[in-house]
């Protein structure tokens, strides 16, 4: 088992290499193709594409340790916080935010499962936390300190990717004037920052294939929509 699982690991690495350069040129804009908007200038160096509004660099943050631990998480730009609860590992990654960008995620685990938090703008890290004792919570940061946590945003939009682990995939998150493009693996959290009006997700999974991914498109805490296979779109709108 030890060496297929190398193979296939191997493999998504190779994959993933072969649609970087891809990923890169696009990342933080792209045609509208689901809501018929226009497009955004990317932030160097992600360049390729014009005619819309300029588009701030994603932030994310990997949530790793012991897998199955439970967390609780804040997630908070200068514009708009949000709340969540899952499990590590995850990646969740922000979208259309406005940095600084703070994270407090709180250990739910007993039995001294680790929790760390990596920070990262663009494919650099910012900060790491960690920490394995139950109900303690720490916190990392993305472009400096933020002054205080933002009021919920009027139109919260995530988009919960679940699937194979490893499993890779690009995403297209489209809203009215803007398209955010990502290459990544399973399971990730999305969310949309300064959402209006429709909004859609495309996701393509890349080959090597280890079984269908899931999302559920999520609105004010609503199930909006799901989409599940290889190749599929969710979308629907703020109200």
Do not use: W
């Not at 804009?29 to 497009?39: A, F, Q, Y």
């Not at 360049?47 to 997630?75: E, H, Y």
């Not at 999302?215 to 599929?232: E, P, T």
């Amino acid at each position: 088992m030890k060496p297929a699982i190398a193979v296939k690991s191997r493999l998504v690495l190779a994959a993933l290499a072969m649609l970087c350069g891809f990923a890169l040129a696009q990342s933080g804009c792209g045609n509208l193709s689901g809501c018929g908007g226009l497009t955004g200038f990317g932030n160097a160096p992600f360049t390729g594409c014009g005619g819309g509004q300029g588009i701030p660099p994603q932030s994310s943050v990997n949530f790793v340790g012991t897998n199955g631990t439970v967390f609780r998480a804040i997630v908070s730009d200068t514009v708009a916080s949000y709340t969540l609860q899952a499990t590590v590992p995850l990646k969740l990654i922000y979208v259309n935010n406005v940095p600084p960008l703070r994270v407090l995620a709180t250990n739910l685990s007993p039995n001294g499962h680790v929790l760390s938090v990596q920070a990262l703008s663009g494919f650099t890290t910012t900060q790491l936390a960690t920490t394995s004792v139950q109900g303690s919570t720490v916190s990392v940061n993305v472009g400096g300190p933020l002054p205080a946590i933002a009021a919920p945003p009027v139109c919260d939009v995530r988009f919960i990717v679940s699937g194979p682990p490893n499993q890779a995939y690009e995403a297209l998150l489209e809203q009215n004037n803007n398209a955010y493009e990502n290459l990544t693996t399973a399971p990730t959290y999305y969310l949309l920052g300064r959402a209006s009006g429709d909004v859609d997700g495309v996701f393509t999974e890349i080959s090597p294939y280890f079984g269908a991914i899931n999302v559920q498109l999520v609105i004010n805490g609503v199930l909006n929509d799901i989409g599940a296979g290889n190749n599929f779109t969710v979308k629907s709108g703020c109200p």
